[in-house]
């Protein structure tokens, strides 16, 4: 079969996914500050779905090196969180790791199941919604991030020369591991 253009249309299902249709959430263990967990759906800006690496072992024979398959690993996962006026999903994120390293005394949490939360990363398809649910935009995938806590609140930069502008800050989570799940037309039919 030839490469044709409408050969490649006919293989780039839905038109393709867009980068800009996605939905994040974060269970925080020390319980949002109001509708935090809410807001932080609609304000976090930008994430990516999580990295994983399997390493490589190199084992040499003869003059050769043969590699194989080595550990998994996680990479941190991050997300950009656009910063409103009441700071309210800001004050949850330093609240959870307040909870894992205080400030003024630098004691905390010592239990992991204490201090660890959880996300998801959903990719958003372009077509309506889900089929009796008109509120509800149709998952692509998913991926479920496990056992996460924030490393690292990031800095909001402020500046008299920024104008036109909203605040944002990233913070970094360390995992322990994702589960990845497709959402395919089957499993819809069975949820509906």
């Not at 319980?31 to 807001?39: I, K, P, T």
């Not at 998952?139 to 008299?160: A, M, T």
Request: aromatic letters at 10%.
């Amino acid at each position: 079969m030839a490469s044709t253009i409408s050969n490649f249309k006919s293989q780039l299902k839905g038109g393709g996914a867009r980068p800009n249709l996605f939905e994040v959430g974060v269970t925080c263990p020390t319980g949002w500050v109001d509708d935090a967990e809410r807001e932080f759906k609609f304000l976090c800006k930008a994430t990516s779905m999580p990295t994983q690496t399997i390493g490589s072992v190199d084992v040499p024979f003869r003059g050769r090196i043969l590699k194989v398959a080595g550990d998994r690993t996680f990479e941190p996962w991050s997300v950009t969180v656009i910063n409103d006026e009441d700071f309210k999903v800001r004050k949850g994120f330093e609240a959870w790791t307040e909870k894992i390293n205080a400030l003024a005394t630098g004691v905390g949490e010592v239990n992991p199941n204490s201090y660890m939360g959880n996300g998801t990363v959903k990719q958003l398809s372009r077509s309506a919604t889900v089929a009796g649910d008109d509120s509800a935009q149709k998952v692509l995938h998913e991926y479920k991030v496990q056992e996460i806590w924030p490393s690292e609140i990031g800095s909001i930069d402020l500046s008299y020369e920024t104008s036109d502008a909203i605040e944002e800050f990233t913070v970094t989570f360390q995992i322990q591991y994702f589960e990845s799940i497709a959402k395919d037309a089957q499993q819809e039919t069975e949820n509906s």
